[in-house]
């Protein structure tokens, strides 16, 4: 399975665009690439999925370039709810091959006032 | 109910207490996963279900984790004799092959706390 690697943390501010990048080198063909986003004391919530190029939703952008070998979660216009721990997973494209994500440790998101 | 519910969500229990968990998952969802979560790291695959079939246990840390899933919805992780060990989050989430992405739904989490 696919690991994957990125910042422990990061920090802005509000209103500005936040780029988190995670690199998996060893990505198979049929992987997807997964976001969440955690707040303390809740489960985490799915943000976005793509496989290749651009994917675009109402919270979030996901730019995967062609050798698929990273990725990068944009953040448009963050507010001071956005703080929150974001993972980045790699793995099967249906619900039975997702139990072997390997979640890591994610990256740690402070936006400031 | 709108979304994967978890009781308790905080639990106290001395070393060597047995204790239940339970996951209601979104109803009509057939995929489910409980997950633990120790303080500072992300979640860790514990067990996975399909209906009622468990077709993963391989994240299970010892034979004094089990889970179930009789009829296909509700799940219970049990731990026996707990150990001061196994003080983490509990998270359980369900999915459905029927959505566009395998997005999982995960509930608040229990907290346990052994002493």
């Known amino acids: 399975l696919a690991k994957t690697t990125q910042p422990i943390s990061m920090d802005s501010y509000e209103g500005q665009e936040v780029n988190i990048t995670c690199s998996h080198n060893?990505?198979?063909?049929?992987?997807?690439i997964t976001w969440y986003q955690q707040f303390p004391s809740q489960g985490p919530r799915f943000i976005i999925q793509?496989?290749?190029?651009?994917v675009t939703n109402e919270v979030a952008s996901l730019f995967i370039p062609a050798d698929r070998k990273s990725s990068t979660l944009s953040l448009p216009r963050v507010s001071l709810s956005d703080t929150a721990v974001y993972y980045c997973?790699?793995?099967?494209?249906?619900?039975?091959?997702?139990?072997?994500?390997?979640w890591g440790l994610g990256t740690s998101l402070g936006v400031n006032p | 109910g709108a979304g994967v519910s978890q009781s308790p969500r905080y639990k106290v229990a001395k070393r060597g207490q047995d204790v239940a968990l339970r996951c209601d998952p979104i109803?009509?969802?057939?995929?489910l996963f409980w997950y633990q979560q120790a303080l500072g790291q992300g979640p860790e695959f514990l067990t996975y279900?399909?209906?009622?079939?468990?077709?993963?246990k391989s994240g299970l840390p010892s034979d004094r984790f089990f889970a179930e899933r009789p009829e296909g919805s509700v799940s219970t992780l049990k731990i026996q004799r707990t150990q001061q060990e196994d003080s983490a989050v509990y998270l359980c989430?369900?999915?459905?092959?029927?959505?566009?992405?395998?997005?999982?739904?995960f509930g608040p989490g229990t907290r346990l706390t052994v002493l």
């Open positions: 989430a369900s999915s459905s092959p029927r959505l566009a992405t395998d997005e999982q739904f």
């Open positions: 109803s009509g969802h057939v995929s």
């Open positions: 279900f399909q209906n009622e079939a468990q077709l993963d």
């Open positions: 060893n990505i198979a063909t049929n992987d997807y």
């Open positions: 793509g496989y290749k190029t651009k």
């Open positions: 997973l790699v793995g099967g494209p249906n619900a039975g091959n997702n139990r072997k994500l390997i």
